[in-house]
Nanobody
Framework: QVQLVESGGGLVQAGGSLRLSCVLFGSTLRDYAMAWFRQAPGKEREFVSAIGRNEGFTTYADSVEDRFVISRDNNVNTVYLQMNSLKPEDTAVYYC?????????????????WGQGTQVTVSS
């Protein structure tokens, strides 16, 4: 059974940085495209970033482009989201998602597995 476990969220001041991690259990990360989505209070879940099964493909939402970096280490079954220059509007619960044999979609429906989420709060 595939499970995704996120960590690394927390409270940070505007302009600060955080690195989120997502570990995939029960399968092999190299078989999955991975993505990060987020959901702020009272808002719909939105796409943040995705990475293909190799690191040759990455994509970002316009709102995080040039501030966030997604990466993966298949040797330790982990995907990362380095978040820099954080803004209060980045405050949300961040979810990791896995798409078996996927390419890195920016929409949520191809992703079969989801983590429980990790809270990121950016204070002004």
């Amino acid at each position: 059974q595939v499970q995704l476990v996120e960590s690394g969220g927390g409270l940070v001041q505007a302009g600060g940085s955080l690195r989120l991690s997502c570990v995939l259990f029960g399968s092999t990360l190299r078989d999955y495209a991975m993505a990060w989505f987020r959901q702020a209070p009272g808002k719909e879940r939105e796409f943040v970033s995705a990475i293909g099964r190799n690191e040759g493909f990455t994509t970002y939402a316009d709102s995080v482009e040039d501030r966030f970096v997604i990466s993966r280490d298949n040797n330790v079954n982990t995907v990362y989201l380095q978040m820099n220059s954080l803004k209060p509007e980045d405050t949300a619960v961040y979810y990791c998602a896995a798409d078996f044999n996927g390419y890195g979609s920016i929409v949520s429906w191809p992703y079969e597995y989801w983590g429980q989420g990790t809270q990121v709060t950016v204070s002004s």
